[in-house]
């Protein structure tokens, strides 16, 4: 009997025909007529081109894949032969990138894209060109941003040093900074107290900054050092300065980082690989993509960019890059304007001050490989203004060139700047040239004393070289030339070279060379590290001839406190040797320094330092905290060990407060406690933070430690009969738990008086109080209770 065979897929069947085909006595005549038996007619039978045209269009529901990537996506598709028919809404949501002027469209009419139809499993793949596949961006973001914090508190850091010599002549100073911080920011001032001839108050600086993390901004009133570029000197001023701060945000990288880009066939695994180490990787979809990650470094490097397919096969890459720190990555501004009046006599009059001036600067990245820079500066009458540019050639180094011009009567000069810089990982090469007119001026030089004259002509001429050779050390090369109009030439030539021996010992040897006065100085000297400390011993000679032999030894102190210690002798062309000598003992609380020093009238000395600490409602006293600093509380909880960033800073005191006198500012530092030794019944919910701390500020970590008293108790009514199993308790209104077997009720956390409410079975509410001791080490057992309604 014959049959008709029709295609897989959905085929629509008249209904006249399916009736037909199910009508009892229903047949065909031999002569092709059709014979109804009382029936309505019967379609006609299906002709050979009929099932050929059946054949060739099949309408199937597959799951797509994307150069063997599953897309999770199941599409209606047209099967016209060898050729299919789909919807370009789900070609684009299987991540495809085209355009097509109409809703369905041919797969083969698309250049670069192939269908495989593969039956069994109703799938239905397709190997498209890179450019339908989206692009991937690999790493590259900058790191999580964590705001600072900072409560409200003060400090005192002081470093006192006393000397005498054996003539009975003493001489005492007490330097000080007093710190106030809090939201508002901080209020800094420093000063001396001295003894003896001249004795007197020195202040130095006094200063109020606040910071602003979001928009990189740092604003300072009162003693200030300017902000400025690299070729521009800063001056102090009292007066006021707002600029941008990249310090506040360690997360953001503020120099262009090269990217790495490829295209992935398949599904795949990208690994970055510089110098040998493996830096980042990351899976990738077919596809073009773009690796941005790279460690903050500086100079010339080779990155390998590996990809390996999902079916393990593997090409790599080799990519060179060049870094450079001196310029801004695209669209980022780095800013500073300042204005006050000039700081003099620092360090000798308290309330000094001069002229009025101003001081602007700025540096933008206007591409990669691009940063512009501008200056300008008033005082008096003198107006200055400047601009340069940073460039990166390529992967051959930097050059940045810079010209300034003054203005004013006794102003009327510039100033060109010109530098290039090549670091690579075992070579680096510097040059600069600068040249200075006759009638040049600008804030610096007036600070130096320069008002009103001419500095006269300068030109300074430099040339640094380091080579890496390898297991013979590494080799320093630099010459330098200063020519001046109103001042000494100079020319000098240097050599350093650093030879490694065995384990950390070294051999430095350096060599000058004077060519105005046409003069040698060198110096060799060993070092050995020797139990726990450095010894170093050598040889030196100056330009003047003189020869000098030097032996000392330093053993720094532990990193958690102790003793350290320093000894040198040195002698001068076989002459008496001149001896010194310290020892250094570091506690929590404070540092102590003595010694001695001198030839033939030895002259003592002894010193102290370290920091009052006013926060959260106590005194600490610590080494000198220098920025930002953490107090640890435990929630009254003593004698818990605290780490930062996994190293032991001490246990908490009988307060259970720590302070970490020593945090860096502005990064997410991690702070642990060790509950290991803690007993039982204490409940440590957190256990490890991360916290940035403001610069110059404090801030509060706290840890809710919490003492858990638990207790046990049998409940039994008022007939003397244990509470049912099941029974709901309510402990103190706001807790709940049920009744045990044999009338046992457990309190995870009781209080010093207790009262509980049980719903019995039958509907009622029995009451029962207690006493306890919340402070308890152990299990409470209260043995039997009594539940009365």
Not at 82 to 102: H, K, S
Not at 336 to 349: D, H, K, P, Q
Not at 494 to 520: H, K
Not at 605 to 631: E, I, K, P, T, Y
Request: net charge neutral; hydrophobic share 40%; proline share 5%.
């Amino acid at each position: 009997m014959a049959r008709a065979i029709f295609p897989p897929g959905r085929l629509r069947w008249a209904p006249a025909f399916a009736a037909a085909l199910c009508s009892p006595g229903g047949a065909y005549a031999a002569n092709g007529d059709r014979r109804l038996d009382g029936y309505a007619d019967l379609p006609p039978p299906v002709r050979p081109d009929d099932v050929a045209k059946l054949a060739a269009e099949q309408r199937l529901e597959l799951e797509l894949f994307v150069n063997g990537l599953q897309t999770g996506i199941v599409a209606a598709v047209v099967k016209q032969g060898g050729r299919f028919r789909m919807r370009a809404g789900d070609l684009r949501r299987a991540g495809l990138l085209f355009e097509a002027p109409g809703d369905m469209l041919f797969l083969d009419e698309l250049e670069g894209v192939r269908a495989d139809y593969d039956a069994l499993t109703q799938q239905l793949h397709l190997t498209v060109s890179p450019e339908y596949l989206p692009a991937q961006r690999l790493g590259g973001a900058d790191r999580e941003f964590r705001p600072a914090q900072y409560d409200m508190g003060a400090l005192l850091n002081y470093d006192l040093y006393v000397t005498g010599g054996n003539r009975g002549s003493v001489q005492a100073s007490l330097w000080h900074e007093a710190r106030i911080f809090g939201s508002a920011g901080i209020f800094s001032t420093t000063g001396a107290i001295r003894t003896g001839a001249g004795k007197r108050y020195v202040r130095f600086d006094s200063y109020w900054r606040w910071s602003d993390e979001r928009s990189m901004t740092t604003i300072e009133a009162g003693d200030i050092i300017t902000r400025t570029l690299p070729y521009a000197p800063a001056v102090r001023l009292g007066g006021i300065q707002v600029s941008r701060d990249f310090s506040v945000r360690p997360d953001i990288i503020t120099y262009p980082l090269p990217e790495f880009a490829g295209n992935a066939a398949l599904p795949s695994t990208v690994d970055l690989v510089v110098d040998g180490q493996r830096i980042a990787g990351s899976r990738v979809n077919p596809g073009p993509f773009t690796l941005g990650t790279l460690p903050p470094i500086n100079g010339y490097g080779q990155a390998n960019l590996i990809v390996t397919d999902m079916h393990g096969r593997s090409v790599a890459t080799a990519l060179p890059f060049y870094v450079s720190s001196a310029l801004l990555r695209p669209g980022l501004t780095d800013y500073s304007v300042a204005a006050g009046a000039f700081r003099r006599n620092y360090g000798i009059r308290n309330f000094d001050y001069g002229g009025f001036a101003v001081s602007a600067s700025a540096r933008h990245g206007v591409t990669r490989g691009l940063t512009l820079e501008v200056r300008a500066e008033v005082a008096d009458d003198m107006r200055l203004a400047g601009g340069g540019a940073v460039v990166k050639l390529g992967n051959f180094g930097t050059v940045s060139a810079a010209y300034s011009r003054s203005f004013g009567s006794n102003a009327n000069g510039g100033q060109l700047d010109l530098s290039y810089e090549y670091q690579a990982r075992g070579f680096s090469i510097g040059l600069r040239h600068t040249r200075r007119g006759s009638g040049y001026l600008d804030l610096g030089l007036l600070d130096r004393g320069n008002r009103g004259d001419r500095p006269g002509r300068e030109r300074l001429s430099a040339a640094t070289a380091s080579v890496s050779l390898g297991s013979a050390g590494t080799l320093g090369i630099g010459y330098f030339e200063l020519r001046q109009e109103r001042g000494r030439d100079a020319r000098l030539a240097n050599l350093a070279w650093a030879i490694p021996l065995w384990g950390e010992s070294r051999v430095y040897a350096s060599l000058s060379r004077d060519f105005i006065d046409r003069s040698w100085s060198g110096a060799l000297t060993l070092s050995i590290p020797l139990g726990g400390g450095t010894l170093n011993a050598g040889v030196a000679q100056d330009q003047d001839g003189r020869t000098g032999v030097r032996a000392d030894y330093s053993r720094p102190v532990p990193t958690e406190g102790g003793f350290g210690w320093n000894a040198s002798a040195v002698s001068e062309d076989g002459g008496s040797p001149y001896l010194r000598g310290d020892v250094i003992w570091r506690t929590q609380p404070v540092q102590l320094r003595a010694g001695a020093y001198g030839r033939d009238d030895v002259t003592g000395w002894f010193g102290a330092s370290g920091s009052l600490v006013l926060m959260d409602g106590s005194l600490f006293a610590a080494n000198r905290v220098s920025d930002a600093f953490a107090v640890v509380s435990t929630n009254g909880e003593p004698g818990i060990p605290v780490r930062y960033e996994n190293q032991l800073i001490g246990t908490t005191n009988s307060k259970g407060q720590l302070l970490v006198p020593a945090a860096s500012a502005y990064y997410p530092a991690r702070y642990d406690i060790d509950t290991l030794d803690l007993p039982a019944n204490v409940q440590t919910p957190v256990v490890s933070q991360r916290v940035a701390i403001a610069a110059g500020s404090g801030h509060v970590i706290r840890f809710p430690v919490a003492h858990m008293a638990a207790a046990r108790a049998t409940l039994r009514d008022a007939a003397g009969a244990v509470i049912p199993a099941g029974a709901a308790v309510t402990i103190n209104g706001d807790r709940s738990t049920y009744v045990g077997w044999d009338g046992l009720l457990f309190i995870e956390q009781v209080a010093a008086d207790n009262r509980i409410a049980v719903s019995l079975p039958d509907g009622t509410t029995c009451h029962a109080a207690f006493a306890a001791d919340p402070k308890a080490d152990a299990i409470i057992e209260l043995g039997n209770v009594t539940c009365r309604p």
